[in-house]
Protein backbone atom coordinates (compact mmCIF):
# COMPACT_ATOMS: atom_id res chain seq x y z
CA UNK A 1 0.00 0.00 0.00
CA UNK A 2 0.96 3.34 -0.28
CA UNK A 3 0.59 6.40 1.69
CA UNK A 4 0.64 9.99 -0.28
CA UNK A 5 1.21 12.66 1.53
CA UNK A 6 3.37 15.96 0.74
CA UNK A 7 5.73 16.84 3.98
CA UNK A 8 6.03 20.32 3.24
CA UNK A 9 2.56 20.75 4.09
CA UNK A 10 1.34 17.96 6.68
CA UNK A 11 3.32 18.92 9.49
CA UNK A 12 6.66 20.76 9.45
CA UNK A 13 7.68 19.51 12.33
CA UNK A 14 6.61 16.34 12.03
CA UNK A 15 9.90 15.37 10.10
CA UNK A 16 10.42 11.96 10.87
CA UNK A 17 8.01 8.93 9.10
CA UNK A 18 8.06 4.76 9.29
CA UNK A 19 6.31 3.11 6.98
CA UNK A 20 6.50 -0.65 6.05
CA UNK A 21 5.28 -0.68 2.34
CA UNK A 22 7.23 2.71 0.65
CA UNK A 23 5.29 6.57 0.17
CA UNK A 24 4.71 8.68 -2.63
CA UNK A 25 4.94 12.08 -2.39
CA UNK A 26 5.09 15.31 -4.31
CA UNK A 27 7.70 16.74 -2.07
CA UNK A 28 10.10 15.73 0.71
CA UNK A 29 11.83 18.01 3.11
CA UNK A 30 12.37 21.58 2.15
CA UNK A 31 15.11 24.18 1.90
CA UNK A 32 15.22 25.85 4.61
CA UNK A 33 13.68 22.97 7.15
CA UNK A 34 14.95 20.12 9.47
CA UNK A 35 15.96 16.84 7.69
CA UNK A 36 13.32 14.77 6.85
CA UNK A 37 13.57 11.28 7.15
CA UNK A 38 11.87 8.52 5.66
CA UNK A 39 12.40 4.47 6.82
CA UNK A 40 10.70 1.90 4.12
CA UNK A 41 10.08 -1.95 4.51
CA UNK A 42 11.02 -2.86 7.90
CA UNK A 43 7.85 -4.25 10.71
CA UNK A 44 8.70 -1.21 13.35
CA UNK A 45 6.81 -3.75 16.13
CA UNK A 46 8.81 -6.77 15.29
CA UNK A 47 11.96 -4.09 15.64
CA UNK A 48 10.60 -3.32 19.19
CA UNK A 49 10.97 -6.70 20.44
CA UNK A 50 14.14 -6.74 18.71
CA UNK A 51 15.02 -4.30 20.70
CA UNK A 52 13.57 -5.90 24.07
CA UNK A 53 15.35 -9.43 23.04
CA UNK A 54 18.74 -7.13 22.44
CA UNK A 55 18.32 -5.69 26.06
CA UNK A 56 17.83 -9.09 27.46
CA UNK A 57 20.72 -10.46 25.45
CA UNK A 58 19.16 -12.88 23.71
CA UNK A 59 19.93 -14.06 20.24
CA UNK A 60 16.82 -12.96 17.71
CA UNK A 61 15.48 -15.73 15.60
CA UNK A 62 13.11 -13.97 13.01
CA UNK A 63 13.07 -11.70 10.30
CA UNK A 64 13.28 -8.04 10.35
CA UNK A 65 13.14 -6.98 6.54
CA UNK A 66 9.43 -7.54 6.17
CA UNK A 67 9.18 -5.66 2.74
CA UNK A 68 12.43 -5.29 0.07
CA UNK A 69 10.03 -3.95 -2.28
CA UNK A 70 8.93 -0.96 -0.69
CA UNK A 71 9.99 2.12 -2.86
CA UNK A 72 9.72 6.35 -1.80
CA UNK A 73 8.30 7.72 -4.72
CA UNK A 74 8.64 11.49 -5.25
CA UNK A 75 6.43 13.38 -7.57
CA UNK A 76 8.02 16.64 -7.43
CA UNK A 77 11.11 17.54 -5.27
CA UNK A 78 13.02 16.16 -2.45
CA UNK A 79 15.86 18.41 -0.91
CA UNK A 80 19.40 17.89 0.39
CA UNK A 81 19.72 16.01 3.83
CA UNK A 82 16.64 13.65 3.22
CA UNK A 83 17.30 10.54 4.46
CA UNK A 84 15.66 7.33 3.40
CA UNK A 85 16.41 4.27 4.89
CA UNK A 86 14.77 0.78 3.23
CA UNK A 87 15.84 -2.52 5.09
CA UNK A 88 18.19 -0.94 7.29
CA UNK A 89 19.95 0.63 4.36
CA UNK A 90 20.28 4.13 4.05
CA UNK A 91 20.66 7.28 1.81
CA UNK A 92 21.30 10.94 2.45
CA UNK A 93 19.97 12.75 -0.48
CA UNK A 94 23.07 14.82 -1.63
CA UNK A 95 21.48 17.55 -4.25
CA UNK A 96 17.96 18.61 -4.72
CA UNK A 97 16.54 16.02 -6.64
CA UNK A 98 12.95 15.78 -8.86
CA UNK A 99 10.49 13.17 -10.15
CA UNK A 100 12.61 10.42 -8.29
CA UNK A 101 12.07 6.87 -6.95
CA UNK A 102 14.21 5.20 -4.34
CA UNK A 103 14.15 1.54 -3.85
CA UNK A 104 16.54 -1.43 -2.51
CA UNK A 105 19.21 -3.23 -4.56
CA UNK A 106 19.52 -6.29 -2.86
CA UNK A 107 22.33 -7.32 -5.23
CA UNK A 108 24.64 -4.11 -4.78
CA UNK A 109 23.50 -3.94 -1.21
CA UNK A 110 22.01 -0.34 -1.25
CA UNK A 111 19.32 2.31 -1.77
CA UNK A 112 19.39 3.36 -5.44
CA UNK A 113 17.35 5.58 -7.30
CA UNK A 114 15.94 6.36 -10.95
CA UNK A 115 16.21 9.45 -12.27
CA UNK A 116 14.08 10.79 -14.37
CA UNK A 117 10.79 8.61 -13.06
CA UNK A 118 8.77 7.32 -15.42
CA UNK A 119 4.87 8.56 -15.06
CA UNK A 120 3.22 5.62 -13.67
CA UNK A 121 -0.28 5.50 -12.54
CA UNK A 122 -0.08 5.07 -8.97
Same mark, same amino acid.
Given at each position: ?36 ? %? ?6 ? +??? #? /??? &??? =?? !? ?32 ? %? ?6 ? +??? #? /??? &??? =?? !? ?10
Amino acid at each position: MEKAVDYSLENPFAQSEKLLDGVTAVQIGSALGPRTE %IYCGIDYS +VEQ #K /LQW &IRD =KN !IEPVFQLNKNETAEVIVKGVIFPSAYIEICHLSY %IVPRRMTR +VRF #K /LDK &IKG =KV !IFELPMNDRST
